[in-house]
Every structure is written in structure tokens, then in C-alpha cells.
């Protein structure tokens, strides 16, 4: 089964920075589809960014710029650059993958879509 475990949340204040990790094992060949969420106190999980195994990325339309996935040389490590952090930005952040047989996100920030999820990481922005 896929396994992800994400690190790198804290707390920081307004206007900082922060970078997630996402470290997933256990895929089944080379397709896959990897994203982040987050999860406000009350809230819905949103969906934030996702990328296939092609490299190809998604966010939402309402992205502002302001996060930014990518994928690390072992491709099977995911991050989340997260710059300008606001305390609207408060939440736990959760990393999800999908190891469909193609290399595409069906559903890329649809949390539904997704069977595999990390524990979570917290981040805290202090105003």
C-alpha cells in the first residue's frame, strides 16, 4: 500500500515562509498522481495543488501564486513552497496520492479522488 508522510509545517508569522515534504513509498509502477490539501479548524478540505507523474500541475482557479508544488529528483518526494503566509492560511496540510495505470490526474483537487493520505502537517501563521 502507498504510504506518505509529510514534514516541514511549524509556525510562522504573517508574511513568512514555509516549505512542506511529502515523502511517498509503496507505489505500484511509475503513474501516479500526488497533492496537497489543507484543512481549516471547521472547514472543508480544499484542495491546494496536485502534479502527475508527467509533471504536469494543477491548481485551483482561485490560485494566487502563492503556493507552489513540485517534485524532487526522487520523484516520488513532493513539495509544497508556501511564501506570503497569512493567518487565513492556518491548517493542518495533508499530502494525497493516487497510483491510477495512467499518468494523469483524474480529479487532480478533488479530495474525494484520492486513497492515500498522509498524516498531516500543522502550520500555524501568527499575525
Not at 508569522?13 to 481549516?40: H, I, K, N, P
Request: overall charge negative; some cysteine.
Amino acid at each position: 500500500a502507498v504510504r506518505l508522510v509529510e514534514s516541514g509545517g511549524g509556525s510562522v508569522q504573517a508574511g513568512g515562509s514555509l516549505r512542506l515534504s511529502c515523502v511517498g513509498s509503496g507505489f505500484t509502477g511509475d503513474t501516479y498522481c500526488m497533492g496537497w490539501f489543507r484543512q481549516a479548524a471547521g472547514k472543508e478540505r480544499e484542495g491546494i495543488a496536485a502534479i502527475d507523474s508527467s509533471g504536469r500541475s494543477h491548481y485551483p482557479p482561485s490560485a494566487s501564486g502563492q503556493f507552489t508544488i513540485s517534485q524532487g529528483i526522487a520523484k516520488n518526494t513532493l513539495y509544497l513552497q508556501m511564501t506570503n503566509l497569512d493567518p487565513d492560511d492556518t491548517a493542518m496540510y495533508y499530502c494525497a496520492a493516487e497510483n491510477p495505470p495512467y499518468d494523469w490526474c483524474s480529479g487532480a483537487l478533488a479530495p474525494g479522488e484520492y486513497n492515500y493520505w498522509g498524516q498531516g502537517t500543522q502550520v500555524t501563521v501568527s499575525s
